[in-house]
C-alpha cells in the first residue's frame, strides 16, 4: 500500500468517524421527536376521554422528548492529549530561556493602550531590572540590544482569560480586584470546571491564589519544566495573572508557588508591581 493509499485510508476513517457521531445525534433527536409526538398524543386522548393516568403517563413523555430533541452533547478530548499539547508550549518558552539567557523573572504587563483592553504580555528579561519601551509592547518578539534582551510572548493562559471574559459578558480590564475576586472563582469551578474549588484573596499588594484539583495539575510531574511552571504558572493560573494584571492596570508577577501532589493543592501568591523594575523580592517556589 503506498502513501496515497494510505492517506485516503486515513482521511476516510476521519469522515466515517464523524459520520458516526453525526448519525448518533440526528438518532437521539429523532427519538425525543417520537417521544414528543407520542406525549402529545397521549394528553389529548386524555382530554377527550377525561382520562387522568394518560395524562399523567404523556407529559413526562413531553417532557423527555422535548430534552432530547434541545439536548446538544459536548466533545472532550483525553486529558493527556491535552495536557500534552500544552506542554509544547512551555518545552518553547523554555528553549528560547536558555538559549538567549533570560534570566529575569517572566512579569505580566498589561499595556495602557487599546491592545491592553484584551490582551496581556508576557515580558522575560535577561535580568530583573530593565527599561521597558511601551511603544512596541503590542508587539510579540525578542527585543535584542548591546546588553538587554527581553523576550515578549503571549502568556500560556491569554486564550483562557478571554474565553472567560466573553462567558461572563464582561472585560477584566473594567474590573475593580475585588470584583474581580468575585466571579473568578465561579468561572473556574462552576462554568468551566477547571478546578474543584479555588479561593482568592486580595492583600493590598499581593493576591493569594489556592486552587484544588486543577485539570492542569498533571503538568507539573513534568520535572524537566519545573522552573518555567513556577515561574509563568499553568494555563489556568496563568489566565488569573492576566486577568489580575488587567484588572490593576499594573504588571504582576508570580511571587510564590508551591504545589502539594497529595491534596491536588496549587499555592500561588501574585505580586503586583508599582513599576517593572521593581522585583525585588524574596522568591519562594515548590513543587512537592
Not at 466571579?183 to 499588594?205: N, S
Not at 504545589?259 to 523580592?281: A, H, N, P, Q
Request: proline share 3%; with cysteine; net charge negative.
Amino acid at each position: 500500500m503506498d502513501a496515497s493509499e494510505t492517506e485516503e485510508n486515513l482521511t476516510n476513517e476521519g469522515f466515517n468517524r464523524s459520520n458516526t457521531k453525526i448519525i448518533k445525534n440526528l438518532r437521539v433527536k429523532n427519538i425525543g421527536y417520537v417521544l414528543f409526538i407520542i406525549g402529545i398524543l397521549l394528553c389529548a386522548i386524555s382530554i377527550d376521554y377525561n382520562n387522568n393516568i394518560l395524562a399523567l403517563i404523556g407529559t413526562p413523555i413531553i417532557f423527555w422528548g422535548a430534552l432530547l430533541v434541545y439536548f446538544k452533547p459536548r466533545n472532550y478530548i483525553s486529558k493527556d492529549v491535552a495536557l500534552e499539547t500544552v506542554s509544547n508550549y512551555y518545552h518553547l518558552i523554555n528553549g528560547l530561556i536558555e538559549e538567549f539567557d533570560l534570566n529575569g523573572r517572566p512579569v505580566y504587563y498589561t499595556p495602557s493602550n487599546i491592545f491592553g483592553l484584551r490582551n496581556t504580555v508576557l515580558l522575560i528579561h535577561n535580568s530583573n531590572e530593565f527599561e521597558l519601551d511601551i511603544g512596541d509592547i503590542s508587539t510579540y518578539a525578542l527585543k535584542m540590544g548591546n546588553s538587554d534582551r527581553v523576550l515578549k510572548v503571549i502568556p500560556p493562559g491569554q486564550s483562557l482569560s478571554q474565553k472567560i471574559e466573553e462567558k461572563l459578558a464582561t472585560k477584566f480590564s473594567s474590573l475593580d480586584i475585588l470584583d474581580f475576586q468575585g466571579i473568578i472563582e465561579t468561572a473556574i469551578v462552576d462554568d468551566f470546571e477547571l478546578a474543584k474549588g479555588v479561593r482568592f484573596d486580595v492583600e493590598e499588594a499581593y493576591v493569594n491564589l489556592e486552587v484544588v484539583d486543577s485539570i492542569f495539575s498533571g503538568l507539573y510531574n513534568d520535572s524537566d519544566l519545573g522552573d518555567i511552571y513556577r515561574s509563568i504558572g499553568s494555563p489556568l493560573i496563568s489566565s488569573i495573572a492576566c486577568g489580575v494584571s488587567r484588572s490593576k492596570h499594573k504588571p504582576v508577577i508570580i511571587d510564590s508557588f508551591m504545589y502539594e501532589k497529595d491534596e491536588g493543592k496549587t499555592i500561588v501568591r501574585f505580586k503586583i508591581l508599582d513599576e517593572i523594575d521593581s522585583m525585588s523580592s524574596n522568591n519562594t517556589n515548590q513543587l512537592s
